[in-house]
């Protein structure tokens, strides 16, 4: 069965530094979406992607995040300069097919010092 | 915010059937009902999701009232690997996008 996976499963990083999230999401899906959930906390929408364009973003996904689909299979999330508070697992979603269905990654794990 | 009422918490002994409701009495007849679970801080697990008719699948089912106001989401038989955060979330489709609106969810523990 296709499955979405992300790459690393954890990343530690220092403060002010940029990392690059990434995903392979499933292979026939047009549809492509990053969420967050900080430890403890609810699942988080970030921004959704499609047709080589941000559909939608929140007010979390603010000019620090940037996101990209750079061949026709990896989607990735980057954050120019990490902050403490951005220490949360990151999911990559994608979806497609008759009923709009989002299948999620195993997420990364990123850590912020 | 979540457009979904669930209560936070569970339990279900092994082998036994676990009912999970789900109140959305504010949903719109353009509206899916999505059933996602999340096993310990792993990605989301897509279940379920129907319209107005009852649905089945080879992981659960869902029965939705007439009125669509409220929804059930059944495990017919619980092991403890369904131990997970069980997620109810009301989704329209044909917006520039169709994110999810996660809300806090039913922890559903499955005792030996």
């Known amino acids: 069965e296709p499955e979405v996976t992300q790459t690393p499963s954890h990343q530690v990083t220092q403060m002010g530094q940029e990392v690059i999230l990434r995903c392979v999401p499933i292979?026939?899906?047009?549809?492509f979406y990053w969420y967050r959930q900080i430890l403890g906390q609810k699942v988080e929408f970030l921004v959704s992607?499609?047709?080589?364009?941000?559909?939608?973003k929140s007010e979390i996904f603010d000019d620090q995040f940037s996101v990209e689909r750079p061949d026709g299979s990896n989607f990735t999330l980057k954050i120019r300069s990490t902050k403490l508070e951005d220490s949360a697992m990151y999911f990559c979603?994608?979806?497609?097919?008759?009923?709009?269905?989002?299948?999620f990654g195993p997420g990364t794990r990123l850590t912020v010092l | 915010d979540a457009k979904t009422t669930q209560p936070p918490s569970m339990d279900c002994a092994e082998g036994r059937a676990a009912n999970l409701p789900c109140n959305h009495s504010?949903?719109?007849?353009?509206?899916?009902v999505y059933w996602y679970r999340q096993i310990h801080s792993q990605g989301p697990q897509y279940i379920i999701h129907?319209?107005?008719n009852n649905e089945t699948n080879e992981m659960a089912s869902l029965i939705i009232t007439e009125d669509r106001k409220s929804s059930t989401l059944i495990l017919p038989h619980a092991t403890l690997r369904d131990t997970a955060v069980y997620y109810c979330?009301?989704?329209?489709?044909?917006?520039?996008?169709?994110?999810?609106?996660f809300g806090t969810g039913t922890l559903l523990a499955v005792q030996p």
């Open positions: 979603a994608s979806e497609g097919g008759q009923y709009y269905t989002q299948y």
């Open positions: 292979s026939n899906h047009l549809y």
């Open positions: 992607f499609y047709n080589n364009e941000i559909s939608e």
């Open positions: 504010t949903i719109s007849g353009n509206e899916y």
């Open positions: 129907g319209l107005k």
């Open positions: 979330i009301v989704l329209s489709y044909g917006g520039a996008t169709n994110k999810l609106i």
